[in-house]
């Protein structure tokens, strides 16, 4: 009996002993717990301490566009598009140019850029199928940077683009382009339509081109003329040129392309032939701020700022002034540069006369003005 209670009281001190070293040990581990979290600002910020799940973010790289888009989708858009895609080699002189443009009609008429084709004395095109032909310009849109040229001798049947429309065209919208970047032939990048309407003032002394798509397909050299298409592979727009951060190289990201629209306008006359020509006033301006409203006494709330009148221009012989104030055009109230050009634009032609309503200080006058086209360069302002 002896011996088996003395085991039994050594049992006992062992199995105390054990609870108290397990005992402490937690102690210990929940101490250094509180303290790491005490130490660590950002885990005590982070929210209520229990419970708690830490676990690393799946690293999977950048989300490529692949994963965004329908692929199957993207490829039936290139499918149906890229045989009616062409090449355009241009030579003026000794200078030699290269350009994409879009077969919009199966007897071998395409849409392309102003600039790939502008004074060039021989225009040579390579279609997807590597067959070669001369082409000529039939008509072109110079301050929209657009020209129809036809391809000689090529026979009838040619694939084509269908011109889209751009009333179900938003933000966000599939956009793709094919085109000829530095001579590889029929490329093709996707994106999105980043925004509409833009203004493109791309030269300075040079028109500018209004209501562009701006989207985020990369463009580079070589996709000018090219189309723009959307999810049915219908053209909504005609590759025209890129925004250009300072100090960057190539492609940034900000494309534009001239829509669908401007060319549906314009296509029979230049079909027929014409050079279009659009109206133009004559001036230096901005839209009004409130500031300047202000700063020069005048009762306009909204409206276009005269800061010049150029010399010998329609403006300044209608008599137009420095800080006047355009507020109609031809009975049309206007509230910004881009109603001005738009209604111009839109609504009349160079050789027209047409009223102009401005305000001056605090009356209201109307003046008449002869419309003239624009200019191939447009004088320099006074600084």
């Given at each position: 009996?002896?011996?088996?209670?003395?085991?039994?009281?050594?049992?006992?001190?062992?199995?105390?002993?054990?609870?108290?070293?397990?005992?402490?040990?937690?102690?210990?581990?929940?101490?250094?717990?509180?303290?790491?979290?005490?130490?660590?600002?950002?885990?005590?910020?982070?929210?209520?301490?229990?419970?708690?799940?830490?676990?690393?973010?799946?690293?999977?790289?950048?989300?490529?566009?692949?994963?965004?888009?329908?692929?199957?989708?993207?490829?039936?858009?290139?499918?149906?598009?890229?045989?009616?895609?062409?090449?355009?080699?241009?030579?003026?002189?000794?200078?030699?140019?290269?350009g994409s443009g879009v077969l919009v009609d199966p007897s071998g008429v395409a849409?392309?850029?102003?600039?790939?084709?502008?004074?060039?004395?021989?225009?040579?095109?390579?279609?997807?199928?590597?067959?070669?032909?001369?082409?000529?310009?039939?008509g072109g849109d110079p301050q929209n940077d657009l020209a129809v040229i036809r391809?000689?001798?090529?026979?009838?049947?040619?694939?084509?683009?269908?011109?889209?429309?751009?009333?179900?065209?938003?933000?966000?919208?599939?956009?793709?382009?094919?085109?000829?970047?530095?001579?590889?032939?029929?490329?093709?990048?996707?994106?999105?339509?980043?925004?509409?309407?833009?203004?493109?003032?791309?030269?300075?002394?040079?028109?500018?081109?209004?209501?562009?798509?701006?989207?985020?397909?990369?463009?580079?050299?070589?996709?000018?003329?090219?189309?723009?298409?959307?999810?049915?592979?219908?053209?909504?727009?005609?590759?025209?040129?890129?925004?250009?951060?300072?100090?960057?190289?190539?492609?940034?990201?900000?494309?534009?392309?001239?829509?669908?629209?401007?060319?549906?306008?314009?296509?029979?006359?230049?079909?027929?032939?014409?050079?279009?020509?659009?109206?133009?006033?004559?001036?230096?301006?901005?839209?009004?701020?409130?500031?300047?409203?202000?700063?020069?006494?005048?009762?306009?709330?909204?409206?276009?700022?005269?800061?010049?009148?150029?010399?010998?221009?329609?403006?300044?012989?209608?008599?137009?002034?420095?800080?006047?104030?355009?507020?109609?055009?031809?009975?049309?109230?206007?509230?910004?540069?881009?109603?001005?050009?738009?209604?111009?634009?839109?609504?009349?032609?160079?050789?027209?006369?047409?009223?102009?309503?401005?305000?001056?200080?605090?009356?209201?006058?109307?003046?008449?003005?002869?419309?003239?086209?624009?200019?191939?360069?447009?004088?320099?302002?006074?600084?």
């Amino acid at each position: 009996m002896l011996m088996t209670t003395g085991h039994s009281s050594q049992m006992i001190w062992r199995i105390t002993g054990a609870l108290a070293l397990v005992f402490f040990s937690m102690v210990i581990g929940v101490a250094v717990t509180l303290g790491y979290v005490w130490l660590n600002p950002s885990i005590r910020a982070s929210g209520p301490l229990l419970p708690v799940h830490l676990e690393l973010p799946p690293f999977h790289g950048e989300a490529s566009k692949a994963q965004v888009f329908d692929e199957r989708q993207i490829m039936g858009v290139y499918e149906r598009a890229a045989p009616a895609v062409i090449a355009i080699f241009s030579r003026t002189g000794q200078r030699q140019g290269l350009g994409s443009g879009v077969l919009v009609d199966p007897s071998g008429v395409a849409l392309t850029n102003y600039h790939v084709v502008r004074s060039a004395t021989q225009i040579e095109v390579v279609l997807s199928d590597r067959t070669r032909y001369t082409a000529q310009v039939l008509g072109g849109d110079p301050q929209n940077d657009l020209a129809v040229i036809r391809l000689l001798d090529a026979p009838g049947g040619q694939p084509t683009v269908p011109l889209g429309h751009l009333e179900d065209i938003k933000p966000g919208a599939l956009a793709v382009a094919i085109g000829n970047p530095n001579g590889l032939e029929r490329s093709v990048t996707v994106g999105v339509v980043s925004g509409l309407n833009r203004t493109l003032r791309d030269t300075p002394g040079r028109a500018p081109i209004r209501n562009v798509i701006q989207t985020d397909a990369a463009i580079n050299q070589g996709n000018s003329g090219g189309p723009l298409l959307n999810s049915k592979g219908e053209l909504i727009g005609i590759n025209t040129a890129i925004e250009v951060v300072s100090g960057q190289r190539g492609f940034g990201g900000i494309g534009y392309a001239v829509p669908v629209s401007t060319a549906r306008r314009y296509l029979e006359r230049m079909l027929a032939g014409e050079t279009i020509e659009h109206a133009w006033i004559g001036i230096s301006g901005s839209d009004l701020t409130p500031r300047q409203a202000r700063d020069i006494g005048s009762a306009a709330t909204s409206g276009v700022f005269v800061d010049e009148a150029l010399e010998a221009g329609p403006a300044a012989l209608a008599g137009l002034q420095r800080n006047d104030v355009i507020v109609s055009v031809g009975g049309q109230t206007i509230h910004n540069m881009d109603d001005l050009g738009n209604r111009l634009d839109k609504a009349h032609a160079p050789g027209e006369s047409i009223a102009l309503g401005i305000i001056r200080g605090r009356d209201r006058l109307e003046l008449r003005i002869t419309l003239a086209k624009w200019p191939e360069r447009i004088p320099q302002t006074r600084s």
